[in-house]
Each structure stands twice: as C-alpha cells, then as structure tokens.
C-alpha cells in the first residue's frame, strides 16, 4: 500500500514523475562518476609515480585536510543517492511501494542540500589553494620560470605541475557537483509541478 493515499501521485502524474526521477537521477549520477572519476585517477597517477605526494605542506593543514574529508564524504553520499533517485522512479511505477508526495519532497530536498554543502565545501578548497599558490608566484621573482621554489620557515616549498593538476582535479569535482546540483532543481521542480497540477485537478469548481 502506498505510505500515504491522500498525498499520493495519481496516474498520468506518476508516471510523468517516475521518468523525471529516472532521468536526472542517471544524469547526475553519470555526472558525478564521470567527472569524479578523473580527479582519481590523477590522485592515483600522482601517488604511484610522483616522487612528491599530491598537494604540497600546505594541503597538510589541518582545516584543509577537513574540508577536502568533508566535501569527500559528500560527494560518495550524493552519488548514493542520485542512485537513490533511479531506484524511486522504479517504485513509483509500482503502486504496492508507492513513496507520497512528502516522501518524494523530502528526498529531493534532502539530494540538494548535500549537493550544495558538497559545492561549499569544494569551493574553500579550490580557493584556499588558489590563494596560496598565488602568494607563491607573487613572493617569486618574476622571471617567468615553470617551476618555482620559495622558501618558508625554512622549509623548501614547490609550485610545479602537480599543484596544476591538483586544481584540474578540484574544478572537474566542482563540476560534476554544479551538474548534479542542476538535475537536483530540476527533478525538485517537476516533483512540485506534479504536486501543484495535483491538488488543482482535486479542487472543485
């Protein structure tokens, strides 16, 4: 029986809403997997055949170290669930485990917040090391060269390639999360839509 038979979707609405749940859940999904996929393998290029790990001292500090865990942990949990997405779209062509209207709204709210705390997340990553990396190249004497070495509290410190390729790393992850933020707005557009065209059809003239 559905959870709630007075807040359930009736057919066509179901329908239409089962296509949108299937449709921008496997587009965030393939979103996040492709755009996310990169950034791992360059992490895993760059442990295995770099003689210096991804990310300099810098990334050691302990703030970055925890918004780069965080936005990890949510990045994993938006890809659950954008999976979860396609799962609902199967259950609401089936009325014996059909989720209410409350249930759906709760669920896609639930996709953007986590998307966007994941986007906030990457962000004061991305910015942080883009900050320091440019009071590097400022701090250097302008003479152009490729890879740079300044010193700080004694310690050698490197801008090279790496760095790069850790910032390449970090946009392709903001991407897939701006993505899968819009396919978020939009499957919570179209679930109100069907609310909305619901409630009108039951409204007497």
Do not use: C
Not at 87 to 116: D, F, H, M, N, Y
Request: without cysteine; proline residues 5%.
């Amino acid at each position: 029986m559905p959870e709630n038979m007075t807040e359930s979707l009736q057919p066509p609405k179901t329908d239409r809403v089962a296509r949108a749940f299937a449709r921008y859940g496997w587009g965030g999904l393939w979103s996040l997997v492709l755009m996310g996929a990169i950034p791992v393998i360059i992490m895993v290029y760059t442990f295995i055949f770099s003689d210096r790990p991804s990310g300099s001292h810098r990334s050691g500090l302990p703030l970055v170290q925890f918004f780069s865990t965080v936005g990890l942990l949510l990045l994993v949990f938006i890809t659950f669930w954008f999976y979860r997405y396609t799962r609902i779209a199967k259950r609401l062509l089936g009325p014996a485990a059909r989720p209410s209207e409350a249930s759906l709204r709760k669920t896609v709210w639930t996709g953007l917040v986590a998307t966007t705390l994941a986007l906030l997340f990457s962000m004061l990553v991305l910015l942080f090391e883009v900050g320091t990396l440019l009071f590097y190249f400022l701090s250097a004497p302008q003479a152009g060269l490729p890879t740079i070495q300044t010193t700080v509290d004694g310690f050698a410190s490197w801008v090279s390639a790496v760095d790069m390729i850790n910032l390449l790393s970090m946009i392709l992850t903001l991407g897939g999360e701006i993505f899968a933020l819009i396919f978020g707005l939009l499957l919570l557009f179209r679930t109100l839509q069907a609310s909305e065209l619901a409630k009108a059809s039951e409204t007497p003239y």
